[in-house]
């Protein structure tokens, strides 16, 4: 993904860490994280407010795999949310976590909580590989609803233990408990599942 330049301040940001921020009758401008907190920061009265961005850190899974996660603060009001991502040629992909807070809270304290979460997701694996194909590890799955741009349909795409799961192919490894209940459970991206 080529860099945006933000409209703030100038900088030429990635552009999974552009905000599109204003509205219909005064137009919207391409601001980069820090200048959209900062906006946010001044309409809020929040002039404590500390801007922090935290570098990539990396993170080992249950099967000896690195993941490089990459972190975004975003101030939305009232609330502040702490994105944390992989990245694929340049977009946000694979894991993807988030913890949300009160703006006047500790960013350290927030970010020490997010990393613990990933921790705890990534110390469980959801899916098996059997010969070929992929499998349900045991009776409970966890992952992340997205969409599958590749269908000509609105049709969903499953991130599982990272990895990009197509309908059809988590319908075929359900399968393998034909006949048995489940229970579907839908969260915020913000909650633990």
Not at 171 to 186: D, N, P, S, V
Request: hydrophobic content about 40%; some cysteine; overall charge negative.
């Amino acid at each position: 993904m080529d860099p945006i330049q933000c409209e703030g301040c100038g900088e030429s940001t990635a552009g999974y860490d552009i905000i599109s921020y204003g509205g219909m009758d005064s137009g919207y401008r391409q601001l980069c994280s820090r200048c959209f907190n900062a906006e946010v920061a001044k309409l809020n009265g929040l002039d404590d407010f500390e801007n922090v961005r935290f570098e990539p850190i990396g993170i080992v899974d249950s099967v000896g795999e690195a993941h490089q996660f990459h972190f975004q603060v975003r101030l939305l009001g009232n609330i502040v949310a702490l994105d944390a991502f992989e990245l694929r040629d340049g977009t946000p992909s694979g894991y993807q976590f988030q913890m949300v807070g009160d703006p006047e809270e500790d960013l350290l304290a927030l970010l020490g909580r997010l990393i613990e979460k990933i921790r705890r997701r990534l110390s469980v694996k959801y899916l098996t590989d059997a010969g070929h194909e992929l499998q349900i590890a045991e009776q409970t799955v966890r992952g992340r609803i997205d969409w599958d741009e590749s269908a000509v349909e609105r049709t969903p795409l499953l991130v599982i233990d990272g990895r990009e799961i197509t309908w059809d192919d988590f319908g075929r490894m359900l399968m393998a408990f034909e006949g048995w209940q489940f229970k579907l459970e839908i969260f915020d991206r913000s909650e633990e599942a």
